[in-house]
């Protein structure tokens, strides 16, 4: 089956960009990225349409389906992907050696798996993958070849669907393996930024000219002021601590936990003292949320003597929040 098509050619086209959206989307998503992605027009690029159906838009394969049956909705999605990157590039005069492929969630675990997995067609000029999705977890590298393909991996650093771990531990895999790779973490969600388009704009003018570039991928970025605890270390931080404590029950999703979240650190920082002040992510810990019967967050609770003494419901000032945990008066 032929997959409909959105083509947009740049007054000077000598090369394709193959371009995937996420789930959920069409090929229309992504095609707003184009005047700051390739603002002087040097690519045709190509935005298919997933063929599966999942409102309000489109997917490659079904996300919610078991391990199993998701991969062989990849290996199909992988199959026609791959033959349109063929016809493109004979439709628009261009080579395949040159073409790059690009893609967002979905789309960019795709493309990964378009140039580095096995394959006995052209390896593509650069891979850019942004906030990609894999199955499992996992992408099947073909080690050999794949050295030879620069990649571009982009992740938002507050990414509630898909964890800019995944995305680091594998630019730190590529890298240590002789890929040439570029990571790029940004205070984001689940989305694109300017600054992410900048960069990857600047690595498509390096990759056009030719070069692999390629940069060491950094450290994890530091926990901050309020560190995260799990089930497995709830009753040592907490329950054991000598200090009252502060915990934040929240949940990547949820906005009003992103709004006092900063409040939350500065009160840590204000209190370090006095305090230790730590959060809990439910979606993580669901036998902490339900051990405590966190019912709606963001909910912040106070802690002294291993007891679960009160707490405060809701995004609050400051002043506000201190008074209804009873924090007015430092112990």
Not at 139 to 168: C, E, F, I, Y
Not at 190 to 209: C, G, K, N, P
């Amino acid at each position: 089956m032929a997959l409909i098509t959105n083509v947009v050619r740049g007054g000077g086209a000598d090369r394709v960009l193959l371009l995937l959206h996420g789930y959920g989307a069409d090929e229309r998503d992504l095609g707003g990225l184009l005047p700051y992605l390739d603002p002087e027009g040097r690519f045709v690029t190509v935005m298919p349409r997933g063929p599966v159906a999942a409102p309000p838009g489109f997917a490659w394969y079904d996300v919610e389906a078991d391990p199993e049956t998701a991969g062989r909705g990849l290996a199909d999605a992988l199959q026609e992907v791959d033959a349109l990157l063929d016809a493109s590039v004979a439709e628009h005069g261009a080579e395949r050696e040159e073409a790059v492929v690009a893609g967002f969630s979905q789309g960019a675990g795709l493309v990964l798996a378009l140039g580095l997995g096995p394959s006995d067609r052209p390896r593509p000029a650069g891979v850019l993958a942004m906030s990609p999705f894999l199955v499992g977890g996992a992408l099947d590298v073909d080690w050999d070849s794949a050295r030879d393909v620069p990649v571009l991996l982009q992740h938002g650093s507050q990414d509630p669907m898909v964890p800019a771990k995944g995305t680091r531990e594998l630019a730190r895999l590529l890298q240590d393996r002789g890929v040439p790779v570029v990571y790029g973490e940004y205070p984001m969600g689940h989305q694109v930024a300017l600054e992410s388009i900048d960069q990857a704009r600047a690595w498509l003018d390096d990759v056009r000219d030719g070069k692999r570039p390629s940069e060491p991928v950094g450290d994890e970025p530091p926990e901050g002021p309020v560190k995260a605890v799990t089930t497995a270390t709830f009753d040592a931080e907490v329950l054991g601590s000598e200090r009252p404590v502060i915990v934040d029950f929240w949940a990547p999703w949820c906005g009003p936990c992103r709004q006092v979240g900063p409040i939350v650190e500065q009160i840590a920082l204000m209190r370090k003292d006095s305090y230790k002040v730590v959060k809990v992510n439910i979606d993580e810990e669901p036998v902490l949320a339900q051990r405590y019967d966190v019912q709606s967050i963001p909910l912040i609770a106070l802690f002294r003597d291993g007891r679960f003494e009160r707490a405060a419901l809701g995004a609050k000032p400051r002043q506000q929040l201190e008074a209804e945990l009873g924090m007015l008066v430092i112990p």
